[in-house]
């Protein structure tokens, strides 16, 4: 088992030193001497990036559209999933089932209604018209999660909030978010990184740079420096770098509450 851990680890780790490395290198040597130490250091592919103003504005558009759809994916299912948890009703497992059934449909299926859809409402070249997409494919697997979770708190907790005058809604707000806490930052970081790493969405709604976010930018700067492969793996290092923090500091929060989740009850 440990054998596998360092043989998946390596497969990891290998290209992303190579692409570091890489990156510190004239196109010309990357040719001649791929895989060693680069003989004259080129810190310049990375300085360039780091000062250009367009790389930050895309660096700022995928934090910003990120964040907001792992808002609105998050209340929307928050509360979604509360009533599929806490309510019992008359067709309640027929609608978690139709919202369950979003997890068979790909992105890739509805892209052409997507599209028109969006073009209806003028959203084509706006945040919203990749905020509110993500969000939407993104609830089938939130509202599960934080549904398996929701269902966990023992019932004695509601009916004791109630007779205190506790409403519905008040105790949702006040004692089932807060002890649902590692489950919401689970959802929260799988939406980041889910709106990260979207590269056809936003290459669908923006035609402006104006709103390219970083998958799109590397796409673009791919394309305009071709024959700069040294440059080319500068970027696409420096791009991967805000996932990769981020995800370090997350990782422990993503892994607590899926675990809670999976054993709290």
Known sequence: MHA???????????PLL???????????????????LPEDWVPEN????????????QIFNSTFIAAATALVTVAVSALAAYVFARFAFRGRELVF????IGLMFPFAVA?????LMLRALDLLDNPLGVILPQAAFG??????????FFRTIPGELEEAAIIDGCSAFGFFWRILLPMARPALATVSVLAIVTSWNNFFLPLLVFTEPDWWTIPVGVQQFKGQYAEDTARILAYVVLAMAPALAFY??????????LTAGATKG
């Open 139 to 148: 609830l089938p697997m939130t509202i599960i999660i934080l549904r398996g």
């Open 4 to 14: 596998l851990i360092w043989i998946v680890g390596a497969l990891i780790v290998v």
């Open 46 to 57: 990375y300085t360039g990036l780091l000062g250009s103003g367009s790389f930050w504005r």
């Open 111 to 115: 892209v052409l209604p997507l599209f």
């Open 248 to 257: 370090s500091v997350a990782e422990r929060q993503l892994i607590g509450g």
């Open 18 to 36: 190579y692409g570091l490395l890489s990156g510190f290198k004239s196109t010309s040597e990357l040719s001649t001497n791929p895989f060693g």
């Open 97 to 100: 089932t139709f919202f369950t």
